[in-house]
């Protein structure tokens, strides 16, 4: 999900990825578990990664990763209205911090976010951002 801290400010997490031996800013997420929900899935992947639930949640897309070789699909959610209610649980996550919008444009045009979903899901903002209304 892309978890907005303020309108033009996003949460992103800092987490080491074994196969590619290196910390990565991503946005939150995780695996859905048996016959969940996506949603209920980005709702609890939230909570667990950063400590903080959202009050409004909208559908942005989805999309396979790899569909050359599997069957994996994301569901892309933009959470907003975030409010802090535990510490986040478990390890995994090494540091969250807030970005503004501008900055991760420019984080993407240096390839310093090569997380692939992430990128994705920010570049799929900012093309709903220019869309004329």
């Known amino acids: 999900m892309i978890p907005f801290l303020s309108d ?21 997420a995780g695996k859905l578990e048996a016959g ?20 409004d949640w909208s559908t942005i897309g989805t999309f396979y990763t790899s569909p050359g070789f599997c069957d994996e699909r994301i569901a892309l959610y ?3 209205g975030l409010r802090s209610v535990a510490s986040p649980i478990g390890d995994e996550i090494a540091e969250q ?17 090569p997380d692939m979903k992430t990128a994705l899901a920010i570049a799929w903002l900012l093309a709903r951002a220019r869309r004329p209304r």
């Open 97 to 113: 911090k807030g970005f503004r919008i501008e900055e991760l444009e420019r984080m993407i045009d240096a390839s310093a976010l």
């Open 8 to 28: 033009d400010e996003i949460l992103l997490v800092r987490q080491y990825r074994h196969p590619v031996r290196s910390d990565l800013w991503e946005i939150p």
């Open 36 to 55: 969940e929900d996506p949603l209920a899935c980005a709702r609890r992947e939230l909570r667990e990664e950063t400590g903080y639930d959202a009050e």
């Open 78 to 80: 933009i959470a907003s």
